[in-house]
Nanobody, 124 residues
Framework: QVQLVESGGGLVQAGDSLRLSCAAS????????MGWFRQAPGKEREFVAC???????YYEDSVEGRFTISRDNGNNTVYLQMNSLKPEDTAVYYC??????????????????WGQGTQVTVSS
């Protein structure tokens, strides 16, 4: 059973930075695409970023240039470095993993395992 545990959220001011972590157990992450999603109050959950098993990264347009997704296969952990945070980045952030290796996707349909989420609140 795959378990994903996010950490690193918090309350910050606009312009500040945060680094989210997603620690995985139950599998080795190195052969899987890993993703970050977020859900703001009253909105649908949306894609933020993903990193393929080869290290290729993809970002939602509004975070491109401000957020960086990375992975540490040795520690079985995925990170989301968030810089220049804006109030509109306020959301619960979720880490996600697919069931199958070598599978790429940017929508929720591709991901089968989800963490419990970590709250990020950015004040203006």
């Amino acid at each position: 059973q795959v378990q994903l545990v996010e950490s690193g959220g918090g309350l910050v001011q606009a312009g500040d930075s945060l680094r989210l972590s997603c620690a995985a157990s139950g599998r080795t992450l190195s052969l899987y695409t890993m993703g970050w999603f977020r859900q703001a109050p009253g909105k649908e959950r949306e894609f933020v970023a993903c990193i393929t098993w080869t290290g290729i990264t993809y970002y939602e347009d509004s975070v491109e240039g401000r957020f960086t997704i990375s992975r540490d296969n040795g520690n079985n952990t995925v990170y989301l470095q968030m810089n220049s945070l804006k109030p509109e980045d306020t959301a619960v952030y979720y880490c996600a993993a697919p069931e199958k290796k070598y599978l790429f996707g940017q929508t929720e349909a591709y991901f089968n395992y989800w963490g419990q989420g970590t709250q990020v609140t950015v004040s203006s």
